[in-house]
């Protein structure tokens, strides 16, 4: 502060920045006077070419990630990183880190390169290796066979990582490279025939989609879960030193699979990894056990080579080339969503249907039971049952379902048959048949109503088997009305019951499995 006087006896005090003013006209007073650079802002001296409160001019502020420079508010980067100018405004970056801007704004890394401390990289990926400057397939690569700089003799090929006159396993010689003509769309069951782009090659055929289980990327057919070029999505590249494991990226292979060029493969069923990496079975024979074998064992099936438990496996849940969606299980064959309950009985129950006994009441039926415990979905929201049988003339039959509540679903009352009242009297219904081997199924929403079932075939031709229509919404005929629905919201753990009725004389039959899916 300073003190000047004024007159001999009055004092008038200048903050600090001002100084005192007097002159002949005017009183005297403090006024601030601000050094080369600076403005007076409200009586303030700022610099206006870096303050962020008044940039360029006098309450001219910056937001709040912006800087003030040269008199211009622009976008202030931190924390070691750059201000690299783009069609769309200027960003901030990572210049060790960004393969945009490796080192400086607009240096970008080639194709498999990445960005370290600022300079671009080779990362070899996919399950490749890097020799010298390149990434290669070492299992396939002339002039990097099985490692970098073993180069095949000029007349051989390289197959599985090693030099030779033929190709290893069941993959064909074209030109100096071994592929599968199976699924190369540059070599689709031949040589040098190539798929169009729109196309794919399975079984060598180019063809429009893929199958088991694969999918199609490019024109390529590949499996996400273990390709580690296409780890769980087209395009997604393990990087190097991880394999590909269940369709994620990972430093080791799970569930009891081998790791075998980025892959992870059951070389207890895969035909081109039986027993070991690169053990192909010859052509037809298929996996099983780790064993090539001409036949698959213990129930499973021979899925393109490969032995499979259809009953469990979701990418062949129930035939070869179904595969379950994401977030669901197979179960019996069936693609349930995690978290459902599936209860079975059979599939040899030979529980016999008292002929010509059926009056209405439960008691006069053949019921299986169905126990189901605790630990699964708590509360109904969604059933479908599946029933095989093996009768003659469908017409006779009244299945019904029962709840732990005791709640009575009709599913299917003497189909084909205008009974007038639910106790199993009246003639004829459907003449069609049912076999075991060919279940029916029912569910709220489908398409054909169980009134319907057998509808158009004759007595001597199986339902499902002979019109590929298996699958029906329950109708309760003369029964009480409501289909599965009205079971919603009812506790699962219990005794569940299904059961199958005969109104009609001189016709026998079993019934064999019972499987309960509920959601």
């Not at 005017?26 to 006024?31: H, I, K, S, T």
């Not at 201000?83 to 880190?97: A, F, L, M, N, S």
């Not at 079932?453 to 003369?478: D, E, K, R, V, Y």
Request: hydrophobic fraction near 30%.
């Amino acid at each position: 502060m300073r003190v000047h006087e004024i007159q001999g006896s009055r004092a008038l005090i200048c903050a600090a920045g001002a100084i005192f003013a007097f002159s002949a006209v005017a009183a005297p007073g403090c006024e601030t006077k601000c050094g080369p650079g600076t403005a007076d802002c409200d009586g303030t001296c700022v610099r206006l070419d870096r303050d962020r409160l008044h940039c360029g001019a006098c309450g001219a502020s910056c937001a709040d990630n912006e800087v003030c420079e040269d008199g211009q508010c622009i976008l202030g980067c931190t924390g070691g990183s750059l201000r690299c100018p783009t069609e769309k405004g200027d960003i901030c970056v990572d210049p060790y880190t960004d393969p945009a801007n490796c080192g400086d704004c607009g240096e970008t890394c080639p194709v498999e390169h990445t960005c370290k401390d600022g300079s671009c990289v080779l990362e070899c990926a996919g399950g490749t290796a890097r020799c010298g400057e390149i990434c290669v397939n070492l299992a396939q690569d002339h002039d990097n066979c099985g490692g970098c700089g073993h180069v095949c003799q000029a007349d051989h090929v390289c197959s599985f990582g090693e030099c030779g006159l033929e190709c290893a396993g069941t993959t064909t010689k074209c030109g100096l490279i071994c592929v599968d003509l199976e699924n190369d769309p540059e070599h689709c069951g031949d040589c040098g025939t190539e798929c169009p782009l729109d196309l794919v090659c399975v079984a060598g055929a180019c063809a429009l989609k893929c199958a088991g289980g694969t999918t199609k990327c490019g024109n390529h057919c590949v499996d996400t879960d273990t390709d580690p070029a296409n780890c769980g999505g087209c395009g997604v590249k393990c990087p190097g030193g991880q394999v590909c494991a269940d369709g994620s990226c990972d430093l080791k292979c799970v569930g009891g699979t081998t790791e075998c060029g980025g892959g992870c493969f059951d070389t207890l069923s895969d035909p081109k990894h039986c027993g070991g990496c690169n053990g192909q079975c010859p052509a037809g024979k298929v996996c099983a056990g780790g064993l090539c074998d001409l036949q698959c064992v213990g129930g499973t099936t021979e899925c393109n080579g490969g032995c499979f438990d259809t009953k469990v496996d979701p990418k062949r849940c129930g035939s070869c080339n179904n595969a379950c969606s994401t977030g669901q299980a197979c179960a019996s064959g069936a693609c349930v969503n995690v978290g459902a309950t599936v209860a079975t009985v059979g599939p040899t129950l030979n529980l016999t249907i008292p002929d010509d006994s059926y009056n209405g009441t439960i008691g006069s039926m053949a019921c299986a039971s169905l126990v189901v415990p605790a630990g699964g979905a708590v509360k109904v929201g969604a059933v479908t049952v599946t029933v095989a049988v093996s009768h003659t003339w469908v017409g006779d039959l009244t299945f019904k379902l029962v709840s732990p509540a005791g709640t009575v679903v009709v599913l299917a009352s003497r189909p084909g048959l205008n009974e007038a009242s639910d106790n199993g009297g009246g003639c004829c219904g459907a003449s069609a048949n049912l076999t075991s081997s060919s279940p029916i199924v029912f569910v709220d929403g489908a398409a054909t109503s169980a009134e319907q079932m057998g509808a158009g075939l004759s007595s001597g031709q199986n339902i499902c088997q002979s019109n590929g229509i298996c699958t029906f919404a329950p109708n309760p005929g003369a029964g009480v009305s409501g289909g599965l629905s009205k079971l919603k919201g009812e506790n699962v753990p219990g005794t569940w019951k299904l059961c199958v009725g005969d109104g009609a004389a001189l016709i026998t039959g079993t019934l064999q499995q019972v499987t309960l899916l509920i959601q």
